[in-house]
């Protein structure tokens, strides 16, 4: 039997102490706290990754504050689409949506696009023609209207901008989770509604299984969060599991050249959560803040947000 181990994000960027107030980060702070305990508890009773780490997301997507599920970003069409992807480290199966509307939560239909079809990424129309097959659970449009979310996109209007959610202190970004159950099997998922204004179909990071999500129990479990367009171009989630696989590094080790080294060298700003099958948690980023929590088995859990 291993040790459980858990972690979360909430999307990184610009994120200043300076500029939170102080009911603002307990809100923050406690549905972190929230969404990982849902996790942790899966992992306790013997279930596996997978389902915390689903859990874990669907709370972050049911919550207001984050970009993901209700809290997802307006594209310039004021519509709110959302990508989501998972991955399994003991099959190397995965699952993935994009550019889905009204569904509550992207992160279970990307599991059912694993578990219950023999694709791994479906789009648009086509992937919510699965959703009702497979009865996932649909929300009216304004049950997605968040003013400040829609504010964000009249100003990125204004000035023609498509904006990353979290380059404003007011913004908050994408959510993701990785765990490592008892089993020993690791899982990672990430769910984001993109970025604000976002047209022509764009996708970012998080959706893409190399990109934004990556999960091999020879090597590690990542989720990330940041300008999606370096962390597709870096390939970041798996070149962090092949630097471990071929060179033999550290998941610290290879956590530190991809987010710290390359990802700064072409201008990549965002972060990271990663597990490796030892328990191991690294949770780097290089912007000024991230949110997130990380729990082990025989560890206090630690919630953090600045840098
Ligand atoms: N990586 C996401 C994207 O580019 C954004 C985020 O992390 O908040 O779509």
Redesign the pocket.
């Known amino acids: 039997m291993k040790k459980y181990a858990i972690a979360i994000h909430g999307?990184?960027?610009t994120i200043l102490q300076s500029t939170m107030s102080a009911e603002k980060e307990a809100a923050y702070k406690k549905a972190l706290e929230e969404a990982i305990v849902s996790g942790e508890n899966i992992l306790k009773a013997g279930g596996s990754s997978l389902d915390a780490v689903e859990s874990a997301i669907r709370s972050l997507e049911d919550c207001p504050l984050f970009?993901a599920g209700k809290g997802a970003v307006f594209t310039n069409e004021g519509k709110n689409e959302m990508?989501a992807s998972v991955m399994e480290g003991k099959t190397l199966m995965a699952g993935a949506v994009t550019g889905v509307k009204n569904i509550k939560n992207p992160i279970s239909l990307a599991k059912a696009v694993m578990q219950q079809s023999e694709h791994v990424f479906l789009s648009g129309e086509g992937a919510m023609e699965f959703a009702k097959k497979v009865n996932a659970k649909f929300e009216p449009d304004d049950y997605f209207f968040v003013q400040q979310r829609y504010d964000q996109l009249l100003q990125a209007k204004e000035t023609d901008t498509i904006v990353?959610?979290?380059t404003n202190e007011k913004k908050?970004?994408?959510v993701?989770c990785v765990a490592l159950d008892v089993e020993g099997n690791l899982a990672a998922g990430?769910s984001?509604?993109?970025?604000t204004n976002?047209k022509y179909g764009?996708?970012?990071?998080?959706p893409m299984i190399g990109a934004?999500t990556y999960a091999n129990n020879n090597t590690c479990a990542i989720s990330?969060?940041?300008?999606?367009?370096f962390?597709?171009r870096s390939v970041v989630a798996y070149d962090i599991s092949c630097l471990m696989e071929y060179k033999g590094l550290s998941l610290k080790e290879a956590c530190d050249i991809v987010v710290m080294k390359k990802l700064v060298k072409i201008g990549g700003e965002?972060g990271l959560i990663a597990l490796d099958s030892n328990g191991n948690i690294e949770l780097p980023f290089n912007s000024d803040g991230m949110y997130r929590a990380r729990k082990k088995q025989d560890e206090e859990l630690f919630i953090g947000i600045y840098k």
Do not use: Q, Y
């Open positions: 999307g990184a960027g970009n990508d990353l959610d979290h908050f970004g994408t993701g990430t984001t509604g993109g970025m976002k764009r996708v970012g990071d998080s934004g990330c969060t940041g300008h999606g367009e962390f597709i965002g």
